[in-house]
């Protein structure tokens, strides 16, 4: 004689076995990961652009205003400060979805150039530089392991 499972047991095994989607991320908890997809992609992307400006691609330089190289921690900064100022003000999850991911790549323009800031001096290429690829890695595994780890709050309905 088998054992009968019960019905909600077996949808939750179905449910767990398709992969994840970003729709099926819990409204509160969107944010924080577009925020570690954002950062991540955007270190990516940043390294791989000035690498090929350091190797002298065609066509690609760095950003200057009257002769002055505008690091891209500015751009960061700047990100950073639109998101806290629209988290004062809207707490919507679609906003909230925005802010990570404007978040995530604002961090991940100042954290690239964290060695420049922390020597006051373009150690980019340096040894020095590496310091900005370490953090990098540690916050993205950090993230990553958190969001990993950790669930959602649940709301009155799941817990009752």
């Given at each position: ?11 939750r ?20 990961v ?15 652009l ?49 802010m ?16 420049l ?39 009155e309905?799941?817990?009752?």
């Amino acid at each position: 004689m088998t054992e009968q499972v019960p019905r909600d047991h077996k949808a939750r095994r179905l449910e767990q076995r398709r992969p994840r989607r970003l729709r099926d991320v819990h409204p509160t908890r969107r944010g924080l990961v577009l925020a570690w997809w954002g950062f991540t992609a955007t270190f990516a992307g940043l390294r791989l652009l000035t690498w090929a400006i350091h190797v002298h691609v065609a066509g690609l330089g760095n950003v200057r205003v009257g002769g002055v190289h505008i690091h891209h921690y500015i751009w960061g900064i700047l990100a950073l400060i639109a998101v806290g100022a629209c988290g004062l003000v809207e707490r919507s999850p679609r906003w909230r979805m925005w802010m990570g991911l404007a978040f995530g790549i604002g961090l991940a323009l100042v954290v690239d150039e964290a060695a420049l800031l922390i020597e006051l001096k373009d150690v980019y290429w340096d040894h020095e530089g590496g310091i900005s690829v370490a953090i990098a890695i540690i916050v993205i595994g950090v993230a990553g392991s958190a969001l990993t780890l950790t669930r959602a709050p649940r709301t009155e309905a799941e817990t009752g």
